[in-house]
T-cell receptor, first 114, second 114 residues
Framework: GENVEQHPSTLSVQEGDSAVIKCTYS??????FPWYKQELGKGPQLIID?????GEKKDQRIAVTLNKTAKHFSLHITETQPEDSAVYFC?????????????FGTGTQLKVEL | SQTIHQWPATLVQPVGSPLSLECTVE??????LYWYRQAAGRGLQLLFY??????ISSEVPQNLSASRPQDRQFILSSKKLLLSDSGFYLC?????????????FGEGSWLTVV
């Protein structure tokens, strides 16, 4: 089955700096890679996702890059703000017509300091 | 728009007692439904998913079961809880043909088994 590794487990940055979180996956059949943000005591919220037919996707201050050859993908947050502080999870799956069986990384606790 | 409701939000149950967590989705039909568990400080583990009424796939052997009595209702149950069942349980949904099978989570249920 799929195995997703995520690094770092904790990340502290100064407000305004950039933050980068990296993930690797093992199953070459995986073609869908979402990122979720989870605030304390709440369910994860999708912030961005990428499919294997593109190498990069941006949404304002957030970008995700995908290297299918190396089987890794990364989340980039620019101009970080205190409200970006949360736990971020990467995930991977092979999209089919049935259930989307995401395999998650173990999460990165991001702290944005003033 | 689609919404997902999950209850109860928190519960404390003694070892050996039964469990029932309920989840309903509004604003869509024929969704794929999922139950995930998140242990403290760890990633999300897929427990069950369902692609239709009465169709349940189990991802890990455990003390829990799931049922889907109606199209937009998903129930997580246990006959006798174990201490190891404690955790944060998340219901989620996706629609394969719309939104590309992206998974959206509910707000979660905190279960403490004592």
């Amino acid at each position: 089955g799929e195995n997703v590794e995520q690094h770092p487990s904790t990340l502290s940055v100064q407000e305004g700096d950039s933050a980068v979180i990296k993930c690797t996956y093992s199953d070459s059949a995986s073609n869908y890679f979402p990122w979720y943000k989870q605030e304390l005591g709440k369910g994860p919220q999708l912030i961005i996702d990428i499919r294997s037919n593109v190498g990069e996707k941006k949404d304002q201050r957030i970008a995700v890059t995908l290297n299918k050859t190396a089987k890794h993908f990364s989340l980039h947050i620019t101009e970080t703000q205190p409200e970006d502080s949360a736990v971020y999870f990467c995930a991977a799956s092979e999209l089919t017509g049935g259930g989307n069986k995401l395999t998650f990384g173990t999460g990165t606790q991001l702290k944005v300091e003033l | 728009s689609q919404t997902i409701h999950q209850w109860p939000a928190t519960l404390v149950q003694p070892v050996g007692s039964p469990l029932s967590l309920e989840c309903t989705v509004e604003g869509t039909s024929n969704p794929n439904l999922y139950w995930y568990r998140q242990a403290a400080g760890r990633g999300l583990q897929l427990l069950f998913y369902s692609v239709g009424i009465g169709q349940i796939s189990s991802e890990v052997p455990q003390n829990l079961s799931a049922s889907r009595p109606q199209d937009r209702q998903f129930i997580l149950s246990s006959k006798k809880l174990l201490l190891s069942d404690s955790g944060f349980y998340l219901c989620a949904w996706s629609v394969p043909r719309r939104s590309g099978n992206t998974i959206y989570f509910g707000e979660g249920s905190w279960l403490t088994v004592v």
